[in-house]
């Protein structure tokens, strides 16, 4: 199981990372504040999405309201020290599956999270798809812009392919660089602007204009074309 959970208590989210890791969650995924929730979430299927209600950056109802706005079909599960009827109500119109009042026990969590797995799908992702002349097939990890093949490093072709999946989407530096290398590697944040640049000589070639839009200040993006 596939988890992101937006907590900003830090004692309490590290001791549910432990936790779910422990049961058997394959990854579990943490942030603290609302717009990274919505950054990782918009950009990686989640089979289930643990969103705190009181956050900064943009609190869990902010948050699952602009997923639902946004298209995102995963599970949500809205987990909250307010269990009032209208706050419960409140979370589950801004678009929740699920509601789990503080405290509360990692037992009956682990199996909220099983039963809306279940009943979640994960959306089938392109295989081969076609972005303004150029193709991409996730299949044979190959890359070709009319009759031209172009060959790309690993690194590159994630970035390329995080990039379409997600195109019309802004991704932040910081997002494509916790994806593709982790923070938790030796190399800078720089590294993703040289590979862009790389990139960006192979697939655009001779048209007049990038595929890859710079976002200055924030990150990256590629238009749906």
């Not at 972005?131 to 994630?158: C, M, W, Y």
Request: charged share 30%.
């Amino acid at each position: 199981m596939k988890i992101l959970l937006a907590e900003d208590d830090e004692m309490l989210g590290e001791l549910v990372v432990h936790l779910l890791k422990k049961k058997g969650a394959k990854t579990v995924d943490w942030v603290t504040e609302g717009e990274d929730a919505y950054d990782y979430a918009a950009a990686s299927f989640y089979d289930v999405v643990i969103l705190d209600w009181m956050m900064p950056g943009g609190d869990g109802i902010f948050v699952c309201k602009k997923l639902r706005d946004s298209g995102y079909g995963g599970a949500v599960l809205m987990l909250t020290a307010k269990d009032a009827l209208m706050d419960r109500v409140e979370g589950l119109d801004a678009g929740a599956d699920d509601y789990l009042a503080k405290p509360f026990e990692i037992e009956e969590l682990w199996a909220r999270l099983r039963a809306l797995a279940r009943r979640t799908y994960s959306p089938i992702q392109e295989e081969v798809m076609e972005v303004n002349g150029l193709n991409i097939n996730r299949t044979a990890h190959s890359v070709s812009r009319g009759d031209r093949k172009i060959n790309l490093t690993p690194r590159e072709f994630q970035l390329l392919d995080m990039l379409i999946q997600n195109r019309g989407t802004v991704l932040t530096r910081e997002l494509i660089f916790d994806r593709i290398w982790g923070f938790d590697t030796d190399v800078s944040m720089k590294t993703i602007d040289a590979t862009v640049k790389l990139l960006r000589k192979k697939i655009d070639h001779d048209e007049s204009s990038s595929m890859i839009e710079t976002v200055r200040g924030v990150g990256y993006k590629v238009e749906k074309g």
